[in-house]
């Protein structure tokens, strides 16, 4: 019975996770991921990479009797302000990701480090130097809002001026993970933190968000996923698929279910 | 310093060859607590122990041999300095501190607190994990954990035996605060009673030790461990043949966990070869570069970085309370941790009062576990008081709220747990339980005191469904 | 009269979108609900059906060519002044005379801080030249220390504008706008939104001074536009003669005459008919009360 229920993920109206139309045309997408502290997005991301490396999210789509859909062939960064290279390496080694599909830029190890006493716009730009300029690429963005805590004077327009709309214009796709935060803030700090979160709606084309139960903690159920259409025009022949998911994620295995 | 000496001292005064009744893991079969149990007052019956072992065995075994396990083995064992990365860096296998966590066989080292151990579900915190423990209120529970935390890793750094190598672990304060080491508490030793036939069985072994200089070392060992163990009943595995492996294996854990005496001093105090300070009253590259010295300098030992009372205003400057002053800090800490994810683990605690839930909620997410004190207010505890008139030791002190859990929240599970757990703090233990308003205590309470007439029953109830309420908000109300 | 004002809705919005009368601004605002791309896109389609249109547009949220042939320029590699010369490189000198309209788009003008916003606009804006700007109303926006009497921005671009369109979605009856603004302060996006029907406001200012506005619901998909009215629900509790026609042979309708006299009178129990001044029961279910609600003779009180 559990069977039937279960869904696949499915973001765009060709059901797939990451549609092959976003790599059609010349243009540049953002998709944002926005989740609660408590639900970490860290199994969305691998689906994704799932989904682009291996044609497939092993980890929960079941129906894997259509052969898998063209596989995204481009270079893959995943750009980390939480997780280290390690990190990532044992989590996708797992779920048998080819270490040499993606790469990876720590900007979490000896960050703080190697960055003090730096104006903000100088490591601003030596993180963008980091990051390969590739075209038809995905890049991958990890809370980049961590930036506006460590760079002292660092506004919201600034970050997403200099970092996220340059990191945009060197990829095809660009997905960034934010934290799920109210737009209602008090304090300076917050506001410019949740103008962040709301800057990089506008601009995204998919709002993919991570939030648990309203009701309270349910022993199978993790929380509820929501796929949303984004502020930005959508040029491409692909639509969002908007859905509500309830998923459940133990043990390493995620499972969906529509709401 | 000469472990001899101290070994002298522990021998002579602080070993209990027993586990304590009633601090039982959880996981362990019902019987197996009678045998703890029986074994405990009755110093012979080493065949009920021996027995359990046995069937506990083999699951220990499958535990060890997790290809994870054998890896790092593989890496590391004999020769620590390996030339290669700071990263391949491991602890010693037979670290006494360290265990697989039962989830994720994850190289785990305990917290000092059995309870919280269990509770963070890995039976300690993984290591390469960091957790914080937030606290409302002007108590000082959290200081409690802190402590118990930092003891933990003296017991292990000054365990003795054949496997493993003592001087194994080293601990890093972050506070300006250097009397932290005197204010360690002891390890339990028992009850008054227990302490009294701990040394009788001392003399004993000691006879045991000067006729079987082969049984010396085990018989020892076996005294220094004092509390709770792992699989009940090993306390009896100096009993066992030596040649049998799986008495090896048992005694793997046998240090892992300690029970302490918060109103007993730790003796002697850490040393400065056991603990390091670094000041918070510094900028923060100094900090995290000072941090990393240390943990270079003792490589191949556990570092357990702790923080007690984060963003204290009489040891922060307000500065620190900026986001660009206190989350740096943090970041680089947490760079530190995962760097060194194989031998570190960091402990902070802070008043949850003092800072806005902006601030709050960005400090959180530096860390991989999240745990929240709620201390019950007068009016609650008055309440509980009263409700457990008969088992007074059943009052809890507050709720544990669980927000993150270490690597099962990272990936993407969800444990946030609210006043799911109670905590209380005991003498000898700090115990975390599920969390339950009293129900039958009242009513009995109230129909031996007063014939419970209706009307006062309908009183009680009224007060549970206030508790009730109380329970689902994240505060007690005042007015309660 | 009320034909009167819905034809001139859709009349005075069609001259709007297709820039007929010379507006030096017109004002957007929009949200995450319903983002103005669908109302940007539908601007230039009537306009470039009605007249021959140059349009710049200055991005500084895509980096995407938009559906419509301009000149595109991504407002971030640029500083301000940079910015407002190279805009102007597109743009005739006031001195030349052109007879083709020239329409500056600019995405989201949140970007350009408040202080600098008039400037900004003074040195675009010519005869030639409409500027057409998006303001996103849901974004949170710090104050200024410095400039703490100078208006917010979007007062600012209110007082200038000639034209406000505000964008809103068109919400279903499952959802009411409470809900909708709930969920976005928790900036949750609930679906469904983002479509190409939508509603606007338009608020015209006329050269008499008089300031006109209007509701109306825009079919990006089909070019259609429908006044909403936002009166609905009054008329209906109210009993006209009309209702009580046809129903009977009786004559139920009074004329306006009778109607008067009616309520001219005052009912003699008038101080009673307050229930406030005590004297009503007052009824509270209890457990042991057996009420069965399927009885019509079962009475509470």
């Known amino acids: 019975m559990t069977n039937v229920q279960r ?178 803030q008090e304090t300076k700090d917050g506001i410019e933190a949740s103008r962040f979160t709301a800057c990089t709606y506008y601009k995204s084309m998919a709002i993919l968000s991570l939030r648990p139960l309203e009701t309270g903690r349910a022993k199978d159920v993790t929380g509820c996923l929501r796929i949303t259409r984004g502020g930005s025009a959508n040029t491409l022949d692909c639509q969002v698929q908007e859905n509500e998911y309830l998923y459940f994620n133990q043990k390493e295995n995620t499972r969906l279910f529509y709401r | 310093m000469s472990f001899r000496r101290r070994g002298e001292v522990l021998n002579g005064r602080e070993g209990s060859p027993r586990t304590i009744p009633g601090r039982v893991p959880t996981g362990a079969p019902r019987n197996a607590r009678n045998g703890s149990l029986q074994s405990s007052k009755n110093e012979i019956t080493h065949d009920v122990g021996h027995s359990q072992e046995n069937r506990v065995n083999p699951m220990r075994r499958g535990l060890l041999s997790s290809p994870i396990n054998s890896m790092a083995a593989l890496n590391i064992g004999n020769n620590p300095r390996t030339p290669n990365i700071r990263n391949i860096e491991t602890l010693d296998m037979n670290h006494p501190g360290i265990r697989p966590s039962p989830a994720s066989s994850q ?217 660009s002053g206190i989350i740096p800090l943090l970041h680089g800490i947490r760079s530190l941790v995962k760097k060194y994810e194989n031998r570190c683990v960091l402990l902070a605690t802070m008043s949850s009062d003092l800072v806005d839930d902006f601030l709050l909620c960005e400090v959180e997410s530096m860390f991989d576990a999240v745990i929240d004190l709620e201390p019950f207010s007068q009016e609650m505890l008055q309440f509980l008081e009263k409700a457990y008139k008969s088992q007074p030791n059943k009052v809890q002190h507050g709720l544990l709220h669980i927000s993150k859990l270490p690597i099962f929240s990272e990936r993407g599970e969800m444990h946030e747990m609210r006043s799911h757990y109670a905590f209380k703090n005991g003498r000898k233990k700090f115990a975390i339980e599920e969390w339950d308003i009293p129900v039958a205590d009242v009513d009995d309470s109230d129909k031996e005191n007063s014939s419970a007439l209706p009307h006062g029953h309908e009183h009680a109830n009224k007060g549970m469904c206030e508790s009730t309420e109380s329970r689902s908000s994240t505060n007690i109300s005042i007015d309660f | 009269m009320m034909l009167n004002t819905t034809q001139n809705a859709t009349v005075l919005l069609k001259r709007v979108l297709s820039l007929s009368d010379f507006s030096p601004l017109i004002l957007c605002i929009d949200g995450i609900a319903q983002m103005a791309n669908k109302l940007i896109d539908e601007l230039v389609f009537t306009a470039q059906n009605a007249s021959d249109v140059r349009i710049v547009y200055v991005s500084f949220e895509t980096l995407n060519y938009p559906n419509f042939e301009c000149d595109f320029i991504i407002a971030d590699s640029f500083e ?34 408040t202080t600098m916003i008039s400037h ?151 101080e009673a008919q307050s229930f406030n001044t005590g004297g009503a029961i007052v009824y509270q279910f209890e457990k042991d009360d057996d009420y069965d609600e399927e009885d019509p003779f079962e009475d509470p009180f």
């Open chain 2, 107 to 323: 190289q785990t080292t305990s917290t000092g607190s059995f309870d919280l151990d269990r509770v963070l579900g890995h039976m300690g915190l993984p290591l390469g994990n960091s957790m914080i423990i937030k606290e409302q209120g002007t108590t000082e529970f959290s200081a409690v954990l802190c402590k118990l935390f930092a003891a933990q890793g003296i017991m292990h750094t000054r365990v003795e035996n054949l496997s493993s190598r003592s001087d194994n672990t080293h601990l890093c304060v972050i506070s300006a605060n250097q009397g932290f080491s005197k204010e360690l508490p002891g390890v339990y030793k028992g009850s008054s009673k227990d302490i009294k036939k701990t040394r009788i069985a001392e003399e004993q072994s000691k006879v045991t030790v000067q006729n079987l200089s082969e049984q010396a070392a085990p018989t020892r060992y076996n005294d220094l461990k004092i509390a709770w163990r792992y699989k009940l009943g090993d306390e009896n595995s100096s009993q066992q043949p030596k040649d049998n492996e799986s008495s090896m294996m048992e005694t793997e854990y046998k240090d892992y966990n300690h029970q302490f005496n918060i109103t007993s001093r730790m003796v002697p105090a850490p040393t400065p070869s056991e603990i390091s300070y670094v000041t918070p009253h510094q900028p923060t590259q100094g900090i995290l570069s000072q941090l990393e010295q240390i943990i270079k300098k003792h490589d191949n030992k556990l570092i357990r970085l702790i923080i007690p009372s984060l963003l204290h205003p009489a040891t922060y400057p307000p500065t620190s309370f900026r986001l």
């Open chain 1, 7 to 184: 869904q696949d993920l499915v973001v765009f109206d060709d059901n797939s996770v990451i549609s092959s139309a976003l790599f059609s045309k010349e243009t540049h997408s953002l998709i944002s991921i926005a989740s609660a502290p408590v639900t970490s997005p860290f199994w969305l991301i691998s689906a994704i990479m799932e989904d682009l490396t291996l044609g497939v999210s092993n980890s929960f789509n079941e129906t894997t009797e259509s052969p898998p859909a063209k596989k995204y062939l481009g270079p893959i960064t995943l750009v980390s302000f939480i997780h280290n290279a390690k990190y990532f390496a044992n989590a996708f080694s797992k779920i048998k990701i080819p270490p040499s599909s993606y790469k990876v830029v720590d900007l979490l190890t000896d960050f703080v480090l190697k960055n003090s006493g730096m104006p903000n716009h100088k490591v601003l730009s030596n993180i963008l130097k980091s990051i390969p300029d590739n075209q038809s690429s995905v890049i991958i963005l990890e809370q980049p809002e961590i930036l506006l805590s460590l760079l002292d004077g660092l506004t919201s327009d600034d970050l997403h001026r200099k970092l996220i709309n340059p990191v945009m214009r060197r990829c095809k796709l660009l997905v960034v993970t934010t934290k799920l935060r109210s737009l209602i």
């Open chain 3, 80 to 113: 301000l002044e940079k910015l407002i010369e190279q805009i102007k490189s597109f743009l005739p000198t006031p001195q030349e005379s052109i007879t083709s309209k020239h329409l500056v788009i600019l995405d989201a003008i949140n970007s350009i801080p």
């Open chain 3, 120 to 270: 900004f606009i003074a040195s675009i804006a010519s005869r030639h030249t409409s500027l057409l700007a998006v303001f996103h109303s849901d974004l949170p926006e710090l104050p200024s220390p410095h400039t703490e009497h100078y208006p917010s921005s979007q007062e600012l671009l209110s007082f200038m504008a000639t034209s406000i369109i505000e964008v809103h979605p068109k919400i279903s009856h499952t959802s009411t706008n409470d809900q909708l603004k709930e969920q976005i302060s928790k900036s949750l996006i609930p679906r469904g939104l983002n479509n190409d029907i939508f509603e606007i406001t338009l608020t015209n200012r006329r050269k008499s001074g008089r300031s006109l506005v209007y509701s109306l619901e825009i079919d990006a998909k089909k070019h259609v536009y429908e006044p909403v009215s936002r009166n609905d629900g009054d008329n209906e509790t109210g009993e006209t003669p009309e209702m009580l026609q046809d129903l009977t042979t009786f004559n139920l309708s009074t004329s306006a005459k009778q109607k008067l006299a009616k309520e001219q009178v005052d009912l003699p129990f008038l």
